[in-house]
């Protein structure tokens, strides 16, 4: 019996450990997804037959600043995941804190380039809340 419980024990650990691995992966292909997209903007901004006249400038810087604090949302999430025992609940708490930090009213603080990155950083806490769901469920 006892040997039948070790097996169950262990068994039950590869199962936890293994999904740790696949939600760890999943967790890169966000950081990743995050990064190309800032740098498919950047790329965009250096593109030889960009001018002032076909181009919005503060749409790309804003695409950037996305995708750099997105990147930076899945790089806690990866941080938090190293460090944990449990990644399903460290998952699920990366998860609360970005649509708990989302639904947080704009604001003006009075500052518009302060205003500007605010709400950026409200968008990329939605858009990290929703495809960290993505991966969750596709993971699962």
Known sequence: MSSTRTNNVT???RDRQMHAERLTTAAYAGKSNALRRGTTSLER???PELTAENVRMDG???AITR???E???WQTLLDALQSSRD???TWHEQMAKAELEAERPEGGMGNPVADARR???LEANRDFARDAADSFRRVS
């Open 11 to 13: 068994r039950a650990e």
């Open 119 to 121: 709400h950026l950083w």
């Open 87 to 89: 990644a399903v609940a």
């Open 45 to 47: 901004l250096r593109a």
């Open 71 to 73: 990147t930076g949302l």
């Open 60 to 62: 790309f810087f804003e």
């Open 67 to 69: 995708a750099q604090y």
